[in-house]
């Protein structure tokens, strides 16, 4: 509503400011003609103030209420923009790697080894070959903090190296499992192969293990591609060749079967399952695979709340998965805590030292610290964005060695043996897709949707605000500050006059009264 007449004296207010008046007006034109719900009511000349008022309370309120309602929607949209969709549950499991599969003995060392070793080095004075064998449990103190060590038993195993001028990596590399130790048989899509063809000795938080297509810093990554069915699974006959196997009071007899990530560094974190002795035992596993679509990929790190493995970088781990990161945070703690990391950490990717038997007082009594159950010792460790998940159930039978069978894979094995078939239980497996939950579109039409149920808003309501407190408020102004001078001149004081010449010393006095023009 534009006024282009002049305002009379009676619809002036002297009592306030120009700019008062004007926005006074413009206010009132506002309402009278505003598309927003409610406004017009507020200015209801037909109607009283206590009317006014209400409509001006109720106006507010529905004003607050999408206020509110805009927060939510903006705070949802920041604190969690994405969200999975299955993408399909029919993808061919062939485009897969087969899962990495960890074999770990349940005991850290091969006593027929290690004792052939330790009579090959030089002892201190009244220091037998079977004390030191007695003494290999301390190894425990590196992993576990449920035993304490006299210092006669650490400066014991320490006087071992330091009197043959060995590190603690050579010294393990002597007394270690090898592969072809703990693997009696293996069979991979039906065929029955040479073990060493499939596993490599890989290193984990349990010590030296045993691993099939794992990739790890100084291993050859296998690569070999999945298949479903038992038939085309992995296969193995599991045997400790030690004749002195219970020598360190193990806690179980058997093996640890760990299944984890192409990436991951095996540890606790893995899917871990236990296979005992005698025992025949069916491992089936199902895939499941999250992706990032092109979008949530174009997001920033703060707004998907996760890593890609290029994105985030680790001091002792070549590649990036939440359980390394965990990890990783330990051995930091390990450093600052007693200024070395066990030799299971040591890849070569720093100058830390490498723990000895002397630091496992300070590896026990700071435990709790250096694994993070402490908030103070926790790390930041976001999660991937790309990862495989596996679920793997496991079925147990006694082992029957007299069982005829006529599978050549079951030939020969013997009391004490451990046989687990690893397969997936499918020809297909689920991949879920990480979308956005919604985008900048779908935000400013939440938006819009709020205001538009609350106070009947919308874009256009927008620009009729801009226009009116800036178009019609600047003529409104040019009229307050026109009709305030006008008015002005009205009431200013009368003009008095002195006709006649100038020089006559008869003069009379006049004024005239202006009128109005």
């Known amino acids: 509503m534009v006024h282009e007449e002049e305002l009379s004296s009676d619809q002036i207010n002297p009592n306030i400011s120009p700019l008062h008046g004007a926005l006074r007006r413009t206010w009132c034109d506002f309402c009278a003609t505003s598309s927003i719900h409610g406004l017009k009511y507020t200015r209801d000349k037909d109607t009283n103030r206590l009317v006014h008022f209400v409509w001006i309370l109720i106006s507010l309120v529905m004003f607050i209420c999408a206020i509110v309602m805009t927060h939510t929607f903006y705070v949802d949209y920041r604190s969690s923009p994405t969200r999975m969709n299955v993408e399909s549950d029919h993808t061919p499991v062939s485009k897969l790697y087969f899962p990495p599969i960890t074999i770990c003995p349940e005991v850290l060392f091969n006593m027929d080894k290690s004792k052939a070793y330790i009579e090959t080095l030089k002892l201190p004075e009244s220091v037998q070959v079977a004390d030191v064998l007695q003494h290999l449990h301390i190894f425990s103190g590196f992993m576990l903090d449920d035993a304490r060590f006299l210092p006669a038993e650490i400066e014991l195993m320490e006087s071992v190296l330091l009197d043959n001028n060995l590190t603690m990596v050579q010294f393990v590399d002597r007394l270690r499992w090898d592969c072809h130790e703990l693997l009696h048989r293996c069979r991979y899509h039906g065929d029955i192969m040479d073990c060493a063809q499939l596993f490599q000795l890989s290193k984990t938080f349990f010590g030296h293990c045993c691993s099939f297509n794992l990739r790890q810093q100084g291993l050859n990554f296998t690569a070999q591609a999945a298949a479903g069915g038992l038939d085309n699974g992995l296969s193995l006959i599991l045997r400790y060749k030690d004749e002195n196997y219970d020598a360190l009071q193990s806690y179980s007899h058997g093996f640890k079967l760990l ?3 192409t990436d991951a560094f095996p540890s606790a974190h893995a899917d871990c399952k236990f296979l005992g002795l005698n025992t025949e035992s069916f491992a089936t596993l199902r895939v499941v695979e999250t992706f990032c679509s092109e979008a949530v990929k174009a997001l ?3 707004q998907r709340n996760c890593v890609f493995r290029h994105e985030f970088r680790l001091r002792y781990f070549s590649d990036y998965v939440y359980p390394n990161c965990e990890l990783n945070c330990r051995a930091k703690n390990m450093v600052k805590l007693c200024g070395c990391h066990t030799y299971f950490f040591e890849f070569n990717r720093t100058k830390d030292r490498v723990c000895t038997f002397r630091d496992i007082p300070c590896l026990v009594d700071n435990f709790p610290d250096i694994i993070t159950r402490r908030k103070k ?4 460790c976001p999660l991937t964005c790309e990862h495989f998940d596996y ?5 147990n039978f006694a082992l029957m060695l007299n069982m005829p069978v006529v599978d050549p894979f079951y030939t020969g094995i013997e009391n004490n043996d451990a046989i687990v078939h690893i397969f997936l239980n499918s020809q297909v497996y689920r991949r879920v897709r990480v ?11 939440n938006l819009g949707s709020a205001f538009s149920l609350f106070v009947g808003m919308s874009m256009l309501s927008l620009v009729e605000i801009i226009y009116y407190f800036t178009v019609i408020l600047r003529r409104n102004y040019v009229q307050e500050c026109r009709a305030r001078q006008k008015l002005h001149t009205l009431h200013r004081r009368p003009n008095f006059g002195w006709p006649g010449d100038k020089n006559s010393n008869q003069q009379k006095s006049v004024f005239y009264i202006t009128g109005r023009n």
């Open 259 to 261: 299944i984890q990530e």
């Open 300 to 302: 920033t790190i703060a």
């Open 377 to 380: 010792t926790q790390c930041y």
């Open 391 to 395: 679920d793997v159930q496991m079925s």
């Open 435 to 445: 979308d956005l939950l919604s985008n900048m579109v779908t935000l400013v039409s």
